[in-house]
């Protein structure tokens, strides 16, 4: 167990549709990282907040936005999906300040149909 | 542009083997370096890292071995177990530059362990 949750672990909606997954950090970190995973593809850094401030900016589409609330949770929001969106959503979190790793929720798979 | 590149999509070793994954980076600034193990329906787990002051980095049977002259780092499994099979992808940040820890993964190795 990472420490990082997601919610929810599956989501199926249709196309035009927006949902928003959720994320809680490990505890005491204060930075967040949302990942994209398509088939075949690695990694995709979409964005990274601190301490509830966006600090840098991936391939994340203008649909896409984000989230870091005070507690520190964080909240992806995709919009007016389509089938290219079906993929797996990472969240990462990492303590700041040293060079320390990133550790990652256990993900949302999310189905466009 | 991919600045982290795994050019092996797949490895297969026998059970007691050497396993020896393979990256390759683009961007001058990284200088902080992880590899990550991922099993299918579960998020990436951290591995081992290796910050670019060193060229070697050891944890039990995993070593990761960092070129900065060629760009290049290997992590090597030995003995490669049943269990070692996963995708395993390689990751780098520029921490030099202020808070923003980033990780730019590659897209990753599936390693097959035969028994």
């Known amino acids: 167990d990472s420490g990082v949750t997601q919610t929810p672990k599956h989501l199926i909606t249709a196309t035009g549709q927006r949902v928003t997954l959720r994320c809680s950090p490990r505890s005491g970190d204060l930075s967040v990282y949302w990942y994209q995973q398509s088939l075949d593809q690695g990694l995709q850094f979409l964005i990274q907040y601190y301490n509830g401030e966006e600090r840098a900016k991936g391939n994340i589409l203008e649909r896409f936005s984000a989230q870091q609330f005070p507690d520190l949770h964080s909240e992806l929001n995709l919009s007016s999906l389509e089938l290219g969106d079906s993929a797996l959503y990472f969240c990462?979190?990492?303590?700041?300040?040293?060079?320390?790793?990133?550790?990652f929720g256990q993900g949302t798979r999310l189905t466009v149909v | 542009d991919q600045q982290v590149k795994q050019n092996s999509p797949s490895l297969s070793v026998q059970e007691g083997r050497i396993s020896i994954l393979n990256c390759d980076y683009t961007n001058s600034m990284f200088d902080y370096f992880l590899w990550y193990k991922k099993y299918p329906a579960e998020g990436p787990t951290f591995l081992i890292s290796?910050?670019?002051?060193?060229d070697k980095n050891e944890d039990g049977r995993f070593t990761v071995f960092l070129n900065k002259s060629a760009k290049h780092l290997s992590l090597h499994i030995v003995p490669s177990q049943p269990g070692d099979s996963a995708v395993y992808f390689c990751?780098?940040?520029?921490?030099?530059?202020?808070?923003?820890?980033?990780?730019?993964f590659g897209k990753g190795t599936l390693l097959t362990v035969n028994p």
């Open positions: 990462a979190s990492s303590e700041q300040g040293a060079n320390t790793e990133a550790f």
């Open positions: 990751a780098a940040s520029a921490t030099s530059g202020g808070s923003n820890y980033k990780l730019t």
């Open positions: 290796i910050s670019s002051i060193k």
